[in-house]
């Protein structure tokens, strides 16, 4: 049976980020790594995007970068600038392209479909999989997203909308996201913050239809793309595997009070480069207790008053936007976040501490 130095389960954002990492660096000259994937072609089927709070590798996958951006409710709307820090959306397709095409010049790294065509008793290994079903019980961000194209031009592309609370709450948290390519093409996912079990919420299809129409009064368009998701917003128990190391998604790289997952992967896929050669020793990257005490609050409190939340998330963006920026990228500092917790209603969120 074949052997390899490295193994990487899943070969998505994570199992590809990391590869890419490893080879830039050159840490696949003389080890080799086989990535365990099933898929059988890669195209585009996500639009991932963040705000640019470091550098990564894929500058050259962004569909587009901006500086300005709004989030609303059905009374408030406010406007949010910042030059620092773009918020960026990447084209997953151009990514497994750029990876890809890289990947595939060196003799050392291999694509197989199944983990039991290899001998893994002695290799390092990375997994991006959950290994177990994920309770649908539990709170998901859940969302469909559709490119659309119209005759004219209609969108500002200068600005875009994070979150728009006017819509139809159903008992639950819901809004619109709204992604302006250029002046006649834009992205827009209907977001829903929710158990999955509720099927009647997963009418995506009709929300964004409605949306389109009686939102932003646009009668006339196709749609080029189609993408889909739920992202856990929980840490599901993994099997505890000192071999394994987990990354992705599975390895708790989503920001659980936003499903913001991208560029932590990057940043994990840095740190597991840098200390590749002692990575079973060193501690375990996380993205701070700080925020995982502080998101698994803001959860309950969302869970608990989801009919509270528009207001919640709208007065979180009084800040300034650095302040918000690098609170929801995981960057802030002391004083920030005693900014942002002080924009929360205090009764509420002190309840939720104890219950
Ligand atoms: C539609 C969508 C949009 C998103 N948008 C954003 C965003 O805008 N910003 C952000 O920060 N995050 C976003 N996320 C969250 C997160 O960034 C992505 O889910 C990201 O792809 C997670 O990377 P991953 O490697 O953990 O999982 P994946 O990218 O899903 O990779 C897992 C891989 O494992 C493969 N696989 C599955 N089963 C097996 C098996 N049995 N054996 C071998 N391989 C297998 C899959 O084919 C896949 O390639 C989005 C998620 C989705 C679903």
Wanted: hydrophobic share 35%; with cysteine; net charge positive.
């Amino acid at each position: 049976m074949k052997e390899f130095n490295y193994i990487i389960i899943g070969g998505g954002c994570a199992g590809l980020s990391l590869a890419y990492e490893l080879e830039i660096n050159d840490k696949l000259k003389d080890k080799t790594l086989a990535i365990i994937e099933t898929r059988e072609e890669y195209k585009r089927d996500k639009t991932w995007s963040f705000w640019k709070v470091f550098n990564h590798n894929f500058d050259d996958c962004v569909i587009k970068s901006w500086n300005n951006f709004t989030i609303n409710t059905s009374e408030n709307s406010h406007e949010l600038t910042n030059k620092k820090f773009p918020y960026q959306s990447i084209n997953s397709g151009k990514f497994y392209k750029k990876i890809n095409s890289r990947l595939s010049k060196n003799p050392n790294v291999f694509f197989l479909k199944s983990l039991k065509e290899i001998n893994s008793e002695n290799s390092i290994i990375f997994n991006s999989l959950f290994n177990r079903k994920l309770d649908k019980s539990e709170l998901w961000q859940h969302f469909q997203g559709i490119e659309i194209e119209t005759p004219t031009n209609i969108f500002d592309e200068e600005i875009f909308n994070l979150m728009d609370f006017n819509c139809d709450q159903r008992n639950d948290v819901h809004f619109f996201y709204t992604l302006p390519f250029n002046k006649n093409k834009a992205l827009i996912e209907t977001t829903w913050l929710s158990n999955l079990e509720d099927e009647s919420l997963k009418d995506y299809d009709l929300q964004l239809e409605n949306y389109i129409k009686n939102n932003l009064g646009i009668k006339n368009y196709k749609i080029n793309f189609t993408e889909k998701g739920a992202i856990p917003l929980f840490y599901p128990l993994l099997e505890n595997d000192n071999k394994v190391i987990n990354i992705g998604s599975a390895g708790g790289m989503t920001r659980l009070s936003t499903g913001y997952t991208f560029l932590n992967i990057q940043e994990h896929s840095k740190y597991i480069v840098k200390n590749i050669e002692k990575i079973n020793k060193v501690k375990k990257f996380n993205l701070g207790k700080k925020y995982q005490f502080l998101d698994r609050i803001f959860l309950k409190v969302l869970e608990k008053h989801p009919e509270k939340m528009p207001k919640i998330f709208f007065n979180m963006f009084k800040s300034s936007s650095n302040t918000i920026i690098k609170f929801l990228s995981n960057k802030s500092n002391l004083v920030e976040d005693i900014s942002i917790i002080g924009k929360m209603p205090k009764l509420i969120f002190l309840k939720a501490l104890f219950y």
